[in-house]
């Protein structure tokens, strides 16, 4: 059986659920919410705004390239090195952020439910997670990915309207088992539901990662959906 058998992938856009299952993209049954878009009733277990120095203890870096700067975090030519938050995280959660790109190639990276540890050791990388990706592959392509960004069972949406560089993004993503959302200043922009997902230990950490292309992120807050 295939990754694509085992998992089933739904995108919900413009009011029309899609689903990629054994490489067939087809209608599919629409999946009721198990959550909204609003964090309100939820409960705050994390924040950070990076007003400081240095990133301190509550971070794990795992190459050269992070700085705070100016009062946010900025990430360039990481290559798949990701800064992971060293605290472990309900399987019920919504993270949101302020993110932005310094240039017109867009590429706002981050990875949840993953070891909390794992970074790239050759030029191909697979996460131990989910990837979220806007304005990913020089600001095409808007994604959500089971591990590997690459793969054919990621969720990728065309990117529109494209990120804008030095414009300051609201970010959210909700997890609630296998269902995951990815919202930009309130719009939703991809979804999926993972059939089998990521949980338990070693599938409990978030991350910001980057490539390339320089970001920033700030104003971190993580929210346990209870």
């Known amino acids: 059986m295939t990754k694509l058998d085992r998992t089933k992938l739904t995108l919900r856009s413009s009011g029309i659920a899609l689903c990629v299952v054994a490489g067939v993209l087809a209608a599919c049954q629409e999946i009721p919410r198990t959550y909204t878009t609003a964090s309100a009733g939820a409960r705050v277990i994390f924040t950070d705004n990076f007003d400081r120095g240095v990133l301190g203890n509550d971070w794990l870096t795992t190459g050269s390239g992070p700085t705070l700067e100016r009062g946010a975090l900025r990430l360039a030519d990481l290559h798949n090195h ?58 095409s392509l808007n994604v959500i990915a089971r591990r590997d960004e690459h793969g054919d069972d990621r969720i990728a949406v065309p990117v529109d309207p494209k990120i804008e560089p030095d414009r300051r993004y609201r970010v959210a993503i909700t997890r609630r088992g296998g269902e995951l959302r990815l919202e930009l200043d309130g719009r939703l922009v991809a979804e999926m539901v993972d059939g089998a997902p990521l949980l338990g230990p070693g599938q409990d950490h978030f991350a910001f990662n980057n490539w390339e292309a320089p970001t920033r992120f700030d104003n971190l807050v993580i929210y346990a959906l209870d």
């Open 82 to 139: 990701p800064v992971w938050l060293r605290k472990a995280l309900p399987p019920d959660v919504r993270i949101e952020f302020d993110a932005w790109a310094e240039t017109d190639e867009g590429d706002l990276k981050v990875e949840l439910a993953g070891d909390g540890e794992s970074y790239a050791k050759t030029a191909s990388y697979t996460a131990t997670g989910y990837v979220f990706i806007l304005g990913g592959w020089n600001n």
